[in-house]
């Protein structure tokens, strides 16, 4: 199966700092998905990126497939982007339906 | 348009009692998923639905079953409870998934999640 790491796994920012979080996958994929994990536990879609590269508001992803890596850009970060960042990639199989899960980076912004 | 929605939000188990978790979504998705998320770990993939009435097993099946009666709906069964089955659980779905790489419907959307204590 796909194996999804994450770096680094927390990140401690002052409010204002840049920050670029990391995600490698082991196999070519057809879909790379960021999520946001918030305090409350709820899961927000941030960029579906299986390539190139996309940018909302102050948040910015990069996905480059053929060296299997896609990074998370945050700029002039706020406290309310902390939480969990997960990313994930899926393999499209004939048989087989995966989307995994890297184990996250942990943020904290602190004002 | 409520996306994906999911019942209950709590609840508490005893060992051996038996549940159903309901998941509905109303973006008339084909696929259907359900995940279970433990500490400090990303979701695994329990069970997932390509259309009505068909089911398949994922990552981590084992003592949990699902049906799809109606394409908005996917449940999620525990027969028997168990103390490992503690856990929080997410419900996605999304289109008919496309091997092209650039597919916009490819893209899974998550439900709030239903956090399960089974003591």
């Known amino acids: 199966g796909i194996q999804v790491e994450q770096s680094p796994p927390d990140l401690i920012l002052q409010e204002g700092a840049n920050s670029t979080l990391r995600c490698n996958f082991s196999?070519?994929?057809?879909?790379l998905q960021w999520f946001h994990q918030n305090p409350w536990g709820q899961l927000i879609n941030l960029f579906y990126i299986p390539s190139g590269t996309k940018q909302n508001g102050r948040l910015s992803a990069t996905t480059v497939a053929t060296e299997r890596y896609s990074l998370l850009y945050i700029s002039s970060s706020q406290t309310t982007d902390s939480g969990v960042y997960f990313c994930?990639?899926?393999?499209?199989?004939?048989?087989?339906?995966?989307?995994?899960f890297g184990a996250g980076t942990t943020v904290t912004v602190r004002a | 348009n409520a996306g994906v929605t999911q019942t209950p939000k709590f609840r508490v188990l005893k060992t051996g009692q038996s549940m159903t978790l309901l998941c509905a979504q109303d973006?008339?998705?084909?696929?259907m998923y359900w995940y279970r998320q433990d500490p400090g770990m990303g979701l695994r993939l329990i069970h997932y639905s390509v259309g009505e009435g068909t089911t398949a097993k994922g990552e981590v099946p084992d003592g949990y079953n699902v049906s799809r009666l109606k394409k908005q709906n996917f449940l999620l069964g525990l027969e028997s409870a168990a103390p490992s089955q503690t856990s929080v659980y997410f419900c996605?779905?999304?289109?008919?998934?496309?091997?092209?790489?650039?597919?916009?419907?490819?893209?899974?959307?998550f439900g709030p999640g239903t956090r399960l204590t089974v003591l």
């Open positions: 996605a779905s999304s289109h008919r998934t496309s091997g092209l790489l650039n597919s916009p419907y490819n893209e899974q959307f």
């Open positions: 994930a990639a899926y393999l499209l199989g004939t048989n087989d339906y995966k989307l995994s």
């Open positions: 196999d070519s994929v057809n879909n």
């Open positions: 973006m008339n998705h084909e696929y």
